[in-house]
């Protein structure tokens, strides 16, 4: 039986929605049954329409639907909130409070107190709470992930991430691109512009792949976009409490990249590699040998796929692995038994690390690029 | 709506029904109803509970599948062929029979006779019957078929397939791989071991990115593992119609490649590189221009992706567009109104393409490579 | 002290020539200080000058060269013969009875009896005789010689060689194009286009690798150039004495190659991978384990670059090494003492094979495209 | 008639000296006829042995050699200095004051007053001063170069260089690797480790491609080897002139990369990509159009190799191109013309640069990581 699947956001002509419902449909574990996918009513209605939804269970506003599907017997197993950032506080807090499950898009909040509060909240209700960092999901960086636990690099010196987009290179945003338009409006997007949209997700795999705790970090943020209110281009320093050093070049302006997500790390007694453009490998070099080349499901590697070594995978998979997951976790839930930790599927708190990474970043910048504490 | 969708064949163990399955699911056309999943009534009945398929479409056989299903007003939509290749014509033929559209595995069939009854068949029922060749179904393998048919290659001289895998260099077929025992038995596979299993794919794709029509083959197998029935190495020639030539390295002992399948097409103005290990990219040479890489979604190009460019989609994705691609076609044929032409899509003529080359590769070979017609 | 060099052919406009004389110098071994450069006396003196050579050792004939060097007490200690085809045996012929030592561009000959007569010669003067087979010089195409010599990858099954160039894919031998002008005819290059241009490369580098004998050959080959006399694109199926089997693809019209060399071999235990185009690298898949990119100078790596692991070396570095290896060969034999026998370097027996190579090769086109032995 | 050099430094088991050898007489246009080889006599003289110069003209010491060659009527035209960094500046100010041109290893200086010094001593003199900044000479990183002064990815915005290699990941110093040991000894290597062995490399880089004009610099500098005391891992912001932004990583304890330099320039217009592992390409993209991999000497590409595209060229080519045009330099200043400028050749003023950089680096990372002026 697959769950029951709310959604808030994503409506006709939103990237995200569309990718969320793939994703949870993919392994068959949910049905999307509920949503309020406009704040536009008639844009609502027409999505619900399109996407198959009944229409009483179309709803014109999150609150409504968070009432209306607490009260059914039927209602939702968890609601995914697809909206712009600075609506994943009030919609969750509405959710969790009505004391349904979410499954809710990065970066968690547009400032420090509201994810903290989140934090709280999740804690209090006991809720399962998902945050949709997509690519803890590819099965490679897990490996990484997986062989750093086991010290095959040793301790950890460098960690190097870059995530490099080109779309905001000309000033889209002034000519109807509405993906745009939220995201380089600091009333929709918070302080951070290309640093929350993109630098946390390279903030989150530096914290996922190495398990190393984060102390300060210094970013030069720049706009470079004309009239641009919002960073487009993030240069960033981190220290680590273990002495680590780390770096991150995030941006939005740079020709050549689509969706660049590259981690480096570097350690005492080898190296790793992974690369979003071919996700499917993951370079490990270890010190003194030569670099081998690590495929999910292939030979000497832990972590499986869905299919065997040599079929590639991408973004829709790694998502679905996280929709995947979270059914585990809200079937446990409802089962009344508590679910099993699983370490690999990003929480509320890494949200707040990813919430409080930006801030201290736009403080960092305004100050001239100074080090700010995390 | 969703269609239903029935399945013969992909039990527990197998490796193709799971991957039908989720393309199945990917766009949220199809949902699986009915299966007859294993000729052992036991695990039949064990997948179908795993499946979460009700008790009484769980069939002991494809017979009485085909006939219940009929015979229910709800019955299914359409039937996913998944067995063994020497049970694919008379499964199709039997679902065919009883009214019910085909979705069926390649190579079509284990001789060439049989895919010409076939043929027949379905001209005769006008029923839809789509093959799984699945690499056509990747956004830039479309593409380059696109730009070859607009020209931007000119004339082609050469094409260039090899398909590689290495999961057969060692003699895995007597130490229990299920996968490995009917791919190297000529009773399930028919005369081709490689050649069939996939050197069809290559060969399917040569045709169908250049739309050239190949008129003769020149073949040297090789069965390289021990007490192997049949090949697992395959060096081909082809010629076409318009003088453009062609060769295929098939192989399933080549260490070093999983699933490494390749396409190189030289044409008069230009050339065309597409590879399976980075499928999101086509390489594009314009003749006295740099190469470019392009990219589902990405600028300059035709073909879109689910997702935006920059983000990896693989062989599920492909597969999955196949499925979404058939339920047009069955839609339409439900509807009464004849389905518009996808030329995209391969047929039951396709199918019969690729055991005349299956057929005129392994007699080529016997008779100790020399060139035969096709 | 450096040895003392004579070259014919290689005048200005010629490729050959200039690449020779800088694989010459690159380790300080040789000096060039005679010459013969063109068979048009005005371009010959013009480039002696050009050069730095002294009046009285630019020749006009390569015969009067031969004669004067021979006699004088500072003669050459090794002729290079750069010209087209059809002269390699005259000319080789005259400097080998002349006493002088002779280091060769291939293919050795324009016919198997001229190749068998210069073998005999070289045999009865025992003089060193070196044949430019430049990508044996390459330090992980001899890795890889090593590697499957001490059974890294077992036993040898199938081996693929391509060799990729566009430069004639448009007809440049009629708009003055010099080297398009002698590939293509001919009387100066004798039965091979393609196939003796570039084929014999693909040829060699199978067997110098591989270490195994050719037995039969059977080729398709083409002129696609309009109006073309000889083959610019050639498909060649190889079987050898062990069993293995084998593929040449050479084109010289296939747009997106500039020189691109590539070799794999697949055996037992193991997959090698090296491409000219990123000749530092050799990938390495020992069966069962992941693929490992090997460098010269790295890690495991038996064989040394001039430069440490990192720095790329390239073409001219590949040919310096025959340079100085022949520089050796010369030294013994002027030292009286027999050179010890250096199996790497190639020689006028290589040359034999690949003339064979490209004459059955020919025939085998001619005659529709049948087998042929080696 | 080739120019005759000397060389202070590079005798046995030294690297740079023998790179330095193959660099000069590549092209054809020094040789080797003087040399100060150590400081060591005994290895000085063997070392001069060893290379086939007269005794006479092997020196015990580079006061020596700098006198005695300026009294030759047949002197060298130029030197080469090639030793440990802090005897650059002692050894140039020798031979510049002994009328002899200068070819320098990098850094030039160990403090930024020497590095001025030598500044007004060339202005002074009058003298040619080539810095040996290697990667200026890659073809592809000329084209980058001339692509950006063209104005072709438009006004430059963010440059990402990095440099990696691995081989201080183990402490090597304290086991006999000589090149360590110098490399990690402040009193020879300077205040800068890795931040000057390899982090000016990549500086240099970046303002050679771009031609910007750098105001500032942030270091996070950290000495990872047990012991160490010099950096071995770089972390560096940068700002320029015109308002664009940088970062440098460069790291000496990175498994994975023996020598991997990367620059990336992302301009309003579009983006560059080079790296030194495939140095033959460059990636270009200009804005909304999809990526061209450029190669010298291939389609639309002005600057040429030595050879034709698809010939690899590598260290050694990029490294002679520097001599050749230190010919071009030395021959015009004997000729007593003034030499045409080559805004390509590095000078001392490049070297000044470089120095200062390091300085600021230092010092920024000793403050804690603060921004210092340039």
Known sequence: MSLKLGMV??????????????????????????????????RAAESAADLGIAAERSYGSFAAMAKAEAARTDGIDAVAIVTPNHLHVPVATTFLRAGIPVICDKPLATSVEDAEALVTLVAETGLPFILTQTYTGYP?????????AAGRIGRVRHIQVEYLQDWLAKPVEISGNKQAAWRTDPAQSGPGGCIADIGTHAFNLATFVTGLVPTAVLADLTAFGPGRALDDNAAVLLRFESGAKGMIWASQVAPGSK??????????????????????????????????????????????????????????EAFATLYA?????????RGGTKPSINILLPTVSDGLAGVRFISAAARSSEEGGIWVGL
């Open 9 to 42: 956001g994503g409506g006709k002509g939103a990237f995200s929605g569309g990718v969320h419902r793939i994703a949870a449909r993919l392994d068959g574990q949910w049905e999307l049954v509920a949503g309020a996918f406009s704040s536009d009513p008639d």
């Open 140 to 148: 490679m960086v897990r490996e990484a992930r997986t062989l750093i």
């Open 259 to 316: 969706n660049g997500l590259r981690i480096r790390v570097a350690g005492e007694a080898g190296g790793l590699l992974w690369d979003h453009e071919r996700p499917d490998d993951l370079q490990y070099t270890p010190i003194e040998k030569p670099t081998r080349t690590l495929q999910h499901g292939g030979d000497g590697v832990a972590t499986p796929g869905r299919l065997p070594a040599g079929h590639p995978e991408g973004y829709l």
């Open 325 to 333: 997951e979270a059914a585990g976790q809200v079937r446990a839930y």
